[in-house]
C-alpha cells in the first residue's frame, strides 16, 4: 500500500486556525470576508456561532477552533469569514486569520500524520507537505458537520 494517496493539481485558500494552517479548495470557496455581525441562533450546537446576512442571503456561521475543541479565540481578535459551499448550501467558516491562494499542483496529498488529534484527523482530506509547514487539506462538508462532532454539544 503506497503512503500518498493521489497528486492532483489545485490551488487552495488558505487559513490559520490556533496554529493549524488549513486549504480549502479555491472551487469551493466563494469568497473571504472580515467578521459580520451574527445572529446568535438559540439552541444551536456551540461551534454554530450564528446567522449572517451575505447580501440578503442567510448564512449559517461555524467557528473552526470551536468545532475543532480549541481554546477559545481571544475577544478582542474578530474572525474571519471563508464562504465555501457545503452540500448545496453557502456556509461560512469562522478562522483566525486568511493566508493567500497557493498552488499545490506538483505536491502529493499525503496521509494525515496519526499524531495529529482525532477531531483534526477527521475534518481533513491529507496534507501538502510545503518547505516551511504542513497544509491541512480541509474536507469542508465534514468540517461543518457539526452533528458528528466528538465534544459538542447545545448551548443554551
Given at each position: 500500500?503506497?503512503?500518498t494517496t493521489t497528486t492532483t493539481a489545485g490551488q487552495y485558500?488558505?487559513?490559520?486556525?490556533?496554529?493549524?494552517?488549513?486549504?480549502v479548495a479555491v472551487d469551493e470557496v466563494q469568497e473571504v470576508?472580515?467578521?459580520?455581525?451574527?445572529?446568535?441562533?438559540?439552541?444551536?450546537?456551540?461551534?454554530?456561532?450564528?446567522?449572517?446576512?451575505?447580501?440578503?442571503?442567510?448564512?449559517?456561521?461555524?467557528?473552526?477552533?470551536?468545532?475543532?475543541?480549541?481554546?477559545?479565540?481571544?475577544?478582542?481578535?474578530?474572525?474571519?469569514?471563508?464562504?465555501?459551499?457545503?452540500?448545496?448550501?453557502?456556509?461560512?467558516?469562522?478562522?483566525?486569520?486568511?493566508?493567500?491562494?497557493?498552488?499545490?499542483?506538483?505536491?502529493?496529498?499525503?496521509?494525515?500524520?496519526?499524531?495529529?488529534?482525532?477531531?483534526?484527523?477527521?475534518?481533513?482530506?491529507?496534507?501538502?507537505?510545503?518547505?516551511?509547514?504542513?497544509?491541512?487539506?480541509?474536507?469542508?462538508?465534514?468540517?461543518?458537520?457539526?452533528?458528528?462532532?466528538?465534544?459538542?454539544?447545545?448551548?443554551?
Open positions: 500500500m503506497s503512503t485558500c488558505t487559513f490559520w486556525v490556533d496554529e493549524l494552517f488549513f486549504g470576508i472580515r467578521h459580520q455581525p451574527m445572529t446568535r441562533v438559540p439552541r444551536a450546537h456551540e461551534a454554530v456561532s450564528g446567522l449572517i446576512n451575505l447580501r440578503g442571503q442567510i448564512v449559517t456561521a461555524v467557528d473552526l477552533r470551536v468545532r475543532l475543541g480549541l481554546p477559545s479565540r481571544d475577544p478582542e481578535r474578530l474572525p474571519m469569514n471563508v464562504i465555501v459551499r457545503s452540500r448545496g448550501e453557502i456556509v461560512s467558516i469562522l478562522v483566525d486569520d486568511i493566508g493567500d491562494v497557493i498552488d499545490v499542483a506538483d505536491l502529493e496529498l499525503q496521509p494525515v500524520p496519526s499524531t495529529m488529534p482525532v477531531v483534526v484527523r477527521d475534518v481533513v482530506h491529507g496534507v501538502r507537505i510545503l518547505p516551511n509547514e504542513i497544509l491541512l487539506v480541509l474536507d469542508a462538508d465534514r468540517a461543518l458537520d457539526v452533528t458528528t462532532e466528538i465534544t459538542g454539544g447545545n448551548r443554551d
